[in-house]
């Protein structure tokens, strides 16, 4: 099918406007136009769909053309944590489902106002709540435009992901070329190129994937203040003996792991320190890397030190990616009991959390 879209600009005819003109001699009338043609046949079946371009190039004008005036009118609302704007007849297991999906992971993300949130924390949660509105195609403009060019890659390998496990149909606008082997899509429009290029094997856009390169170092707890404000716990770390590492991406930490010491030294036993506090920053989330930090953290206080590590998480998507990992043998659950010492001096009778609250055990045999 043929599209056209033609933009037009008026032009000024003002003193400085026409000198600018004349000094390099510009027909002005003539630059002020843009006229896109593209032949395409956009599939029936598909899962992502990409119109990219640089600005002015046509794209939000053609996907309105092609798909409605009003496809991009967001229903995401300010003032309102994410969690309370998911429809209300999904269950709060759904809404965690769907939330963690896109890659947003941090619970503390779910209960404030969307304001407070990042550019690419607001993105995916937009993008979480369009997933959950009944249209056939969900389509969004400006895709990675205002986020760090590794954030638009997490964001991206995240939707498209998301997007062929449950089926969706998704379209990004975007200027940047960058994302596109990370969103691996079906098709594309490519509005610089004025043409439409559709997938028809594995090696669509690329032969290898882009590899992006992190590193783990040992580090102080400084850095908890920071993170502490997207992990579900307290914003103190444990008391006692703490291992403390983080994840860099170049010179830039982007996530925090820590190994306690919560149960009494016994002499002719291994010391036992639990893996607890992991926090990957909230624009770095989909790319699997706390379980990976967890993973590579216990194998070395393991090796290093020759402790036993345990790990115990109340949350279910860190249970579900755990119970997967050959590493760690399931303990078994615990619903607890009592209140939760957040600091100082650990007394066991007072080191639980909240009434109710049930809890995942693990041991890391590597």
């Keep these: 099918m043929k599209y056209e879209v033609l933009l037009e600009s008026p032009v000024s005819n003002n003193f400085r406007c026409k000198l600018a003109c004349d000094s390099l001699d510009i027909d002005i009338s003539k630059k002020s136009k843009h006229h896109l043609i593209i ?85 995916r949660a937009e993008a979480a709540l369009l997933m959950t509105q009944e249209n056939d195609i969900i389509v ?46 079906d098709w594309v429009i490519d509005c610089n190129k004025q043409e439409f290029i559709q997938r028809q094997n594995a090696d669509f856009f690329f032969e290898k994937r882009e590899q992006i390169e992190f590193t783990i170092k040992p580090i102080s707890g400084q850095s908890w203040k920071y993170y502490s404000k997207y992990h579900y716990l307290s914003d103190k770390l444990p008391g006692g003996k703490n291992y403390m590492f983080g994840l860099f991406l170049g010179d830039n930490q982007i996530g925090f792991q820590c190994f306690s010491n919560y149960v009494p030294f016994k002499k002719g036993q291994k010391k036992i320190f639990h893996s607890n506090r992991t926090v990957i920053h909230p624009d770095y989330q989909g790319f699997g ?65 909240e009434m109710g609250v049930k809890t995942f055990h693990f041991e890391f045999i590597g």
């Excluded at 890659?153 to 200027?175: E, F, G, P, R, V």
């Excluded at 997967?324 to 007072?350: A, S």
Aim: charged content about 20%.
């Design 140 to 185: 969004i403009d400006e895709w990675t435009s205002v986020v760090d060019r590794n954030v638009a890659k997490a964001m991206s390998y995240t939707l498209q992901k998301y997007a062929k496990k449950n089926n969706k149909k998704i379209i990004l606008c975007s200027c940047h070329y960058d994302v596109v082997e990370w969103l691996e899509p």
């Design 39 to 123: 032949n395409a046949k956009i599939p029936e079946q598909f899962n992502i769909g990409i119109i990219l371009g640089s600005s002015g190039s046509g794209k939000t004008t053609l996907a309105k053309k092609i798909f409605g005036e009003n496809i991009f009118k967001s229903p995401l609302i300010e003032g309102v944590p994410i969690i309370n704007q998911l429809p209300e007849h999904l269950t709060y297991e759904q809404c965690a489902a769907i939330l963690s999906g896109i890659g947003l992971n941090s619970v503390p993300c779910w209960v404030r106002p969307v304001y407070t949130l990042s550019n690419g924390q607001k993105a």
């Design 289 to 353: 890397l706390g379980i990976k930090l967890i993973n590579l953290t216990s194998k070395y206080m393991k090796e290093t030190y020759d402790f036993r590590i345990m790990a115990k998480f109340s949350a279910i998507p860190v249970f579900k990616s755990m119970i997967k990992q050959k590493q760690w043998v399931f303990l078994g659950e615990k619903r607890l009991l009592g209140k939760m010492k957040t600091g100082g001096n650990m007394i066991r009778k007072n080191g639980f959390r």
